[in-house]
């Protein structure tokens, strides 16, 4: 089965084509990503109004481009997958309109992907891990633990508050000078720095719920630079390497948690390890990742990290959605499924302060 698959929710542009094997196996035949980084640099972060002129501007290139790269026409595809949310709504319309028209004129199944379950489902097509598994989404706009059960079956188990751990980065790179996008700057600059120099809170750690908070955690870096302005390169580093390990302290205790409450429900088989999956682009930072895969250890949990470039933003996991969908017979064709800025993944999961994504 042959899938295209388009996003446009954030600031990627990007567009595939996947194939899955009856084994349940899959391919990459293309994989083109096209990143507005230089375009939002200037202001520290996404705007919305620029993503979607460059998404328009870029999305037909794009979907020429995979279709060429795979040696496919649209005439030879099963099925077309297109993010239709969560995320800004400009540049959903941009990718789903334009995977309706595809779909139109090829006469192909059109399916709505929504952008949670496009990171919930990559690691069963780069590493083929079985369900139940636990998730770990941390981007620029999503934190969540989510339980995913099977396809088209999740539950969250956490989310935050407030800021989205990507979103806390780079607003703490904003603050020290540092640019955009601020997760691997503060990465770099953590690495001379002393994590004890200065003391910064460890928000909702030790609290039974699953769910994060970063406000707090930026609040107390914003004080903690006045109160040593100017600022020497020391300084900055000393900063950055007490964020990370307030970070990494943080996504510990919840994730510590979180295995230990999928093993206590039994989710799954004595014979088999459990594992951890993580997503998003925070997922790039080293000192998260080591924290991660010692924990991981400790508790008899196989952690699994899908290659950076399809745990950032990208139209593979939306073609692999869709053929999951398909081959789970989740979905057909959804001509009329509209766009939607909101989308919870867990239906059940209901929106908490702030950004209930
Ligand atoms: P969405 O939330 O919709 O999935 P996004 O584009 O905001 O999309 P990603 O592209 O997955 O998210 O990731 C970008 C985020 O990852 C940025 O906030 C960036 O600062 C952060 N990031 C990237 N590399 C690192 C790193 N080495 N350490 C920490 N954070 C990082
Ligand atoms: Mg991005
Ligand atoms: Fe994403």
Known sequence: TLFLGLESSCDETAAAVVARYPDGR??????????????????????????????????????????????????????VAATVGPGLIGGLIVGAMTGKAVAYAAEKPFYGINHLEGHALTARLTEGVSFPYLMLLVSGGHTQIV?????????????????????????????????????????AAAKNGDTKRIALPRPLKGEARLDFSFSGLKTAVRQAAQAM??????DIADICAAFQKAVADTLEDRIRRSLKRFKDERLSSESEMPALVVA???????????????????????????????CTDNAVMIAWA???????????????????SRWPLDPSATALIGSGK
């Open 229 to 234: 302005a100017p600022l020497s390169d020391q």
């Open 147 to 187: 339980l995913v059960k099977g396809v088209g079956r999740y539950e969250r188990w956490g989310t935050t508050i407030d800021d989205a751990l990507g979103e806390a980065f780079d607003k703490t790179a904003k603050l020290l000078g540092l640019g955009y996008p601020g997760g691997p700057n503060v990465e």
């Open 280 to 310: 998003g682009g925070v997922a790039a930072n080293s000192a998260i990742r080591q924290m991660l895969t010692a924990l991981c250890n400790r508790e008899g949990f196989s952690f699994v990290a899908p290659p950076v470039r399809l």
């Open 26 to 79: 899959g391919e990459i035949l293309a994989d083109v990503v096209l990143s507005q980084l230089e375009e939002h640099a200037a202001f520290g972060g996404v705007v919305p109004e620029i993503a979607a002129r460059a998404h328009v501007e870029a999305m037909d290139r794009l979907l020429a481009e995979a279709l060429q790269k795979a040696e496919v026409t649209p005439n030879a595809l099963d099925g």
């Open 322 to 340: 869709g053929l999951e969908r398909a081959a789970a017979g989740l979905q057909d064709n959804d001509m009329t499924m509209p766009v939607r």
